[in-house]
Each structure stands twice: as C-alpha cells, then as structure tokens.
C-alpha cells in the first residue's frame, strides 16, 4: 500500500513538472527590457543595475536550458526589473544632464542643480530610487530657472522696447502665460512682435 501512495505522488510530480511551460513571455520581457536599457545607454548611468540585468538573464537561460522553469521565470522576472531599474535611472539623469546643460549655456543654472546630480549619480547603487528623485528635481529646478531667467529677460527687453503702451502690456501678460507654462522661447518670440530690434 505505501509503494503505491509513494508511486502515485511520484507519478503526480511528474504529471506537474510536465505542466509546466518554458517562460517564453518572462524571457523575451527580459531581453526587451535589456535592449529598451541599452538603446538609451544605461550602462554608464547605471552600470551594476545594467550588470546585474545581464546576469540575471544569463542565469534565466541556464535554469531555461536544464528545464528548470521555475528557476529560469524568477531569473528573467530579476533581468526585467533590474534592466528596467536601469533604464529609468539613465533617463532621469540624461534628462537632468540635458536640463542643466541647457541652464547652464543660458547662464541659469543654479548650484542646486549640479548638487542634485552629483547626488543622483553617487546614490544610483546605494538607492536607486533617490537618485532618480534627485534627477527629477534637479530637471525641475533647472527648467525653472531658465523659465525664471527668460522672464527677467523678457521684462528687461520689454522696458528697453519701444512700444509702452497697451499693446505692450497686452504683449506682457501673454508673455508671462508663455513663461509660466515654461515656453521661454515663445515668450520672447511674442516680445519680439513687438520689439524686432531686440531679437537674439
């Protein structure tokens, strides 16, 4: 009787094992997020995220390749998560790169700023979550300092126009709509209008 009960729990493992299908779906979202992650160059940005992905795939083909399937879904889930991870660490701080370079070559960039990223690129390991954080921030402080600088510009070139009167105002009011919905550029293009002499 207990070589039959052992023979039908062991006819039962395998009937499950046997169930069990390959992770296609989990190993093909694992090599797509490593691509998407690679296409935006994560490595530098975030290289131990970026490694570990690889890894973590390699050991999901390994466990894919010895039928381990159990093994090889949780390995390409980690791959997926950890490429992910990477991919938007590496699109906060390009973000907050192109920010700041853009601040900067308009003479806006606020210390803050460089702090933040400095401070985003050393936390990328320790917690990946801050430093993404602080990517945004300092994305967010330098797009406001540009906005913040292009209406200083704006309203010093429009004191300098020479059209004072209503229109001049009316101009005004559109051009702080256009700073606060941070359209620098258009701001000063409806100031120039204006005032053609004054454009950059």
Same mark, same amino acid.
Do not use: F
């Given at each position: ?35 998407? $992650? ?7 940005? $975030? ?35 950890? $490429? ?96 606060? $919905? ?19």
């Amino acid at each position: 009787m207990r070589a039959i009960r052992l023979w039908l729990i062991g006819l039962l493992v395998l009937l499950l094992a046997s169930c069990a299908s390959a992770p296609t779906q989990e190993m093909a979202d694992a090599r797509s997020a490593i691509r998407a $992650a690679e296409q935006v160059g994560a490595a530098p940005y $975030a290289a131990e995220q970026m490694n570990e992905a690889q890894a973590a795939l390699s050991g999901a083909e390994v466990n894919l390749a010895l039928g381990d399937y159990s093994k090889a879904k949780d390995w390409a889930l980690l791959a997926r998560d950890k $490429a992910s991870e990477a991919l938007l660490i590496a699109q906060a701080i390009q973000e907050a790169e192109q920010a700041a370079n853009a601040a900067n070559s308009m003479g806006y960039l606020p210390i803050q700023v460089e702090v933040l990223l400095r401070e985003a690129r050393s936390l990328v390991t320790e917690d990946p979550d801050q430093a993404i954080l602080d990517a945004q921030l300092a994305t967010k402080l330098a797009d406001e300092a540009v906005n913040q600088g292009e209406l200083e510009r704006a309203e010093a070139e429009l004191r300098v126009c020479k059209a004072h009167g209503s229109a001049a105002q009316h101009v005004l009011r559109q051009v702080r709509s256009y700073l606060d $919905a941070h359209k620098g550029s258009a701001a000063l293009d409806a100031l120039h209008a204006v005032c053609p002499s004054k454009r950059r």
